[in-house]
T-cell receptor
Framework: GAVVSQHPSWVICKSGTSVKIECRSLDFQATTMFWYRQFPKQSLMLMATSNEGSKATYEQGVEKDKFLINHASLTLSTLTVTSAHPEDSSFYIC?????????????FGPGTRLTVT | GQSLEQPSEVTAVEGAIVQINCTYQ??????LSWYQQHDGGAPTFLSY????GLEETGRFSSFLSRSDSYGYLLLQELQMKDSASYFC???????????FGPGTRLSVLP
């Protein structure tokens, strides 16, 4: 149980375009979803936390107008990278938590590798 | 805020035991978790300590000392497939989000 999917697994886009990444909890209701970014050989950096039906809470330094997050249902959250630039190229990973899960536990999607040319 | 420190790299041989340490500074404490991540993959949950002491799950054990702001992950009977990055993780923002340590890259040699 506790499976999280992410789509697409990789995407290449041109500079200035927008890209949408979907994160779905397949077998549980995700009350909270998290979006991370990871550069090569670095740790995961939390970008934002979203609770179903509420506005996302962005971490300091993350532009909310550039990284649009929507958590419209208990099984789906989306991250849209608007006006992407080459420096946005990274590995984007979502995770989710649901009712009754251990405090320290989150379930990760497989990640989306974004390349902006 | 939260900050965590881990060694950047550890090397060990198959069958050995390795300990990965983590020290943390937090404003409020909500437990310490450990995650494993293979290259190109997503992190997977290994263990969680909310209270002092040792938690054992198969070949992996995790220890926490809240008075020392310190924890460690112990991997026994190392296998080649254990080569990966290991992250200690705590909660931030009054327990609302997660903060990852810098990660320790473990290389298991034959």
């Amino acid at each position: 149980g506790a499976v999280v999917s992410q789509h697409p697994s990789w995407v290449i886009c041109k500079s200035g375009t927008s890209v949408k990444i979907e994160c779905r909890s397949l077998d549980f209701q995700a009350t909270t979803m998290f979006w991370y970014r990871q550069f090569p050989k670095q740790s995961l950096m939390l970008m934002a936390t979203s609770n179903e039906g509420s506005k996302a809470t962005y971490e300091q330094g993350v532009e909310k107008d550039k990284f649009l997050i929507n958590h419209a249902s208990l099984t789906l959250s989306t991250l849209t990278v608007t006006s992407a630039h080459p420096e946005d190229s990274s590995f984007y990973i979502c995770s989710a938590r649901g009712f009754g899960q251990a405090l320290g536990q989150q379930y990760f999607g497989p990640g989306t590798r974004l390349t902006v040319t | 805020g939260q900050s965590l420190e881990q060694p950047s790299e550890v090397t060990a041989v198959e069958g050995a035991i390795v300990q990965i340490n983590c020290t943390y500074q937090t404003s409020g404490f909500y437990g310490l978790s450990w995650y494993q991540q293979h290259d190109g993959g997503a992190p997977t949950f290994l263990s969680y300590n909310a209270l002092d002491g040792l938690e054992e799950t198969g070949r992996f054990s995790s220890f926490l000392s809240r008075s020392d702001s310190y924890g460690y992950l112990l991997l026994q009977e190392l296998q080649m497939k254990d080569s990966a990055s290991y992250f200690c993780v705590t909660r931030g923002n009054y327990g609302q989000n997660f903060v990852f340590g810098p990660g320790t890259r473990l290389s298991v040699l034959p």
